[in-house]
Structure formats: C-alpha cells, structure tokens
C-alpha cells in the first residue's frame, strides 16, 4: 500500500500530460489501472518468462521508466496483478450467498461462483505461471496463503460460520471445515484444467457444486 501510494505520489510530480501540466490524482489512479490491465493481458497470454516490461510499458503507452517508478520491477508488477484479481474476485463474491437462510442454497450460490471464477480462462492461465514462478516468488505464495479460506475475511467461511452460530451447523472448527468445503469444490477441477484437460460444461460444475453441497452438509449438519 505504501508503494502505491509512493508511486502515485511520484507519476504526479514527475510525469506530464500531453498537453502540459502535471497529471490529477484520477489520471495517475486511471495509469495504474491500465499498467495491471495491460500486465494482466500478457502475463496470461504469453507467461511471465516471455513478458517483458519492455512489452508491458509499449502496450500500455508509457516509458519504461514510469513503470519502473510506479512498480520497481517485473516480480513486483506480477504480485501487484495477482493482488488485484484475489481483490477483485473477493470483491465480487461480498454478498454471495448472504441472502440465502438455507445453507445448501448459500453454500450451493457460492461455491457455484467460486469455481466459475477459478476456470475462467484467465485464472488457469495465471494458476500456471504462480505454480511455476512459486520457487522464484516465496513473497507471492506467502500472500496467496494469506488469502486462504481459512481467512477470516474470505464469504464462505462467513457463510459456514453464520450457519454454525445459528446452530443449524455443528462444526467446532470453522477454518478446518472452510478449507476442506473450498478444496472440494475447486480442487479436482483446476487439477484437469491447469492439466490442460476438456472444459468443464456449465452442467458438469452444477451437478458438481450439488453432489459438493450435499456430501458437505451431510457431515456438518446438527442432528
């Protein structure tokens, strides 16, 4: 966060507007964006070894040396990547399955979501550069760690735990229970995508996420 805020902080007094004048906050907001965007693009498509930041500074229509500014170097600029879908995905995941009373439907909503959000093409392509890069990168795997389900942050624990502290779960280990929920659901399918195995249809995910669900709850709910 710091960085960030470092970075930003230099763009406005070092970098210029085409037309003169030192850019607004909202612009040198709008180039971070756009630097992770372009980032995020070829990292996918072309994998971290073949992605320079020759590459990235070019697409996104910036020198060299603003992106070295803004991020220090390529490692940094990756994690920066990485941090932002993990937000991103998060962010998208808030209200899933809060709505719902019934924890087979809750459950069933947010697992539905997640493991759409875990093969999309995008994920498998990054989960593929972080297993490879995960020797080289120790910082990026220690922040993916603190992202776990086990997090306290993290919907589907706030999903397992609403539903133990009603009573209608009874579980004494709330991280434990989350964790083994979220491997069930991601874990055998990522392995066949990140294999480069068949797509998984929107039907097969469904009957999954349901068989998950149920197998799930048949552990976990009060007699």
Same mark, same amino acid.
Request: net charge positive; hydrophobic share 40%.
């Given at each position: ?49 073949? +992605? ?7 697409? *996104? ?46 459950? +069933? ?68 229970? +989350?964790?083994?929920?979220?491997? *069930? ?7 066949? *995508? ?9 039907? *097969? ?19």
């Amino acid at each position: 966060m710091k960085q960030d805020k470092k970075a930003r902080s230099e763009d406005l007094e070092g970098s210029k507007r085409p037309h003169g004048g030192r850019p607004t906050l909202k612009e040198a907001e709008q180039l971070h964006g756009r630097i992770l965007d372009v980032a995020t693009e070829l990292f996918t498509k072309h994998g971290y070894g073949e +992605t320079s930041i020759e590459a990235i500074a070019a697409s *996104a229509g910036i020198g060299k040396l603003t992106l070295y500014r803004r991020f220090g170097d390529k490692d940094a600029l990756f994690q920066a990547v990485a941090l932002r879908m993990s937000e991103q995905s998060r962010s998208a995941m808030a209200a899933i399955g809060e709505n719902n009373q019934n924890p087979s439907d809750a459950l +069933t909503e947010a697992g539905s979501f997640l493991l759409n959000v875990v093969l999309s093409p995008q994920s498998v392509a990054f989960h593929r550069i972080v297993f490879s890069e995960a020797a080289r990168l120790p910082e990026l795997c220690a922040s993916m760690h603190q992202d776990a389900p086990s997090d306290r942050g993290h919907p589907i624990r706030r999903i397992i735990l609403r539903f133990a502290e009603q009573g209608v779960l009874d579980i004494n280990d709330v991280d434990f229970l +989350t964790h083994q929920f979220v491997q *069930a659901v991601i874990g055998n399918p990522l392995r066949k *995508a990140l294999l480069g195995g068949p797509p998984m249809s929107a039907q *097969a995910r469904q009957d999954h996420v349901r068989k998950t669900v149920a197998l799930f709850l048949r552990g976990a709910v009060r007699d």
